[in-house]
């Protein structure tokens, strides 16, 4: 909890959230300092206590004074059945082995839920806990799509419908390529236009804003009213895919900015960390998508084979997103990175990817 009230108070988390729900991990429950979590946002965190804690009767009455304090509590794991839980619980976090093998249902024990369903790593599986009555997901499954169907971010439509808005009104290139960067798909369709022989013989692009000056107004409305039509699959939500990419983008720009690179170096990490699941998102072989891009050499390099300093930032950012604490630590010592920097990027990326989702 120490360590969640410094990134709070003193990286930014606190703006970062917003109105945003926070899970934080609590493995002793009896140990909190009472006067420490008083200052912490008990409207928006969620404590998410062991099962065999939680109903331990130190840690109960603990815990009853958290939910007091407007905590909202989560139990990992299945309590059983005759368990007494404290007050404040009101959702369950179960691993996904352990979804079907236990006859305990949620309204056992009154609990209202959001339940958090944990190691969902194949849409198989997610589909699963979703039919078990789960609402948050917490795995790699967006890293796996079923195979021979790639994904489709319906949602986009509402982008496109804007883009079209803006340059309708002859907006400035910033406005769209901000609206530009939030979707990955479009922004890669939009370098792939650009950059073939019609539009951009012998041409390498380095920005979104290139792209749309290179591309002219006239075109890109045009070509925007085309994709707009193409893109009439249902919609089942926001694609999972959509903040990992941001996340990633976001983590790598800042982190380029804090290593003290420039607006245009920056704008390729960008790109790079956007541009990462280019291959899920369009279930082919990365240097098959990439082929018709007249991407920067660092650019291709750093996707490819994660060299160069930009490769070195992409390869820390997946190990950030990876949750392996000791990989991150490795990759922070190579890219010689100093920890309270990353954080503060990471606490900023995390701004930015819950900003691309709310927005949709």
């Known amino acids: 909890m120490k360590a969640f009230a410094h990134l709070y108070h003193e990286i930014g ?23 420490l979590a008083a200052h912490l946002p008990h409207e928006r965190t969620v404590l998410r206590v062991p099962a065999a804690a939680g109903v331990a009767a130190d840690a109960r009455a603990r815990l009853d004074c958290l939910q007091a304090q407007g905590f909202r509590i989560m139990l990992d794991g299945w309590p059983a059945p005759e368990a007494v839980l404290p007050t404040g619980v009101q959702s369950l976090a179960i691993g996904r082995d352990q979804i079907g093998k236990n006859a305990t249902p949620f309204s056992q024990h009154a609990l209202a839920g ?84 019609a539009y951009a013989r012998g041409c390498v692009i380095s ?27 249902d919609d089942d939500g926001v694609n999972p895919l959509l903040p990992i990419a941001a996340m990633r983008a976001g983590l790598m720009a800042a982190l380029c900015q804090q290593m003290g690179g420039g607006r245009n170096e920056a704008e390729r990490a960008f790109m790079i960390g956007m541009f990462s699941l280019l291959d899920v998102l369009f279930g082919a072989p990365l240097a098959e998508i990439l082929e018709p891009l007249e991407l920067h050499e660092d650019v291709l390099s750093a996707l490819q084979t994660r060299s160069g300093r930009l490769g070195a930032m992409l390869d820390l950012t997946e190990r950030a997103c990876s949750g392996n604490p000791h990989l991150l630590q490795e990759s922070l010592i190579a890219c010689k990175i100093d920890a309270k920097i990353f954080y503060r990027a990471l606490v900023q990326a995390c701004a930015w990817a819950m900003q691309v989702s709310q927005a949709d």
Not at 13 to 35: I, K, N, S, T
Not at 207 to 233: E, K
């Open 13 to 35: 988390l606190r703006d970062a959230l917003g109105d945003f729900l926070c899970v934080l991990e609590l493995l002793d429950p009896a140990q909190v300092d009472l006067d």
């Open 114 to 197: 959001p339940h958090l369903a944990t190691d969902v790593n194949s849409p198989d599986c997610f589909n699963a806990c979703r039919a078990a009555g789960f609402n948050w997901f917490l795995g790699n499954y967006p890293l796996y799509p079923s195979v021979g169907r790639p994904r489709n971010d319906g949602s986009s439509r509402s982008r496109l419908l804007r883009l079209l808005v803006l340059v309708a009104r002859d907006a400035e290139s910033r406005e769209l390529e901000q609206l530009m960067k939030q979707d990955p798909s479009l922004s890669y369709n939009l370098l792939k236009l650009v950059s073939t022989a």
């Open 207 to 233: 920005s979104f804003s290139q792209a749309i000056n290179v591309l002219g107004r006239r075109q890109l409305q045009r070509w925007l009213q085309l994709l707009l039509y193409a893109r009439q699959d």
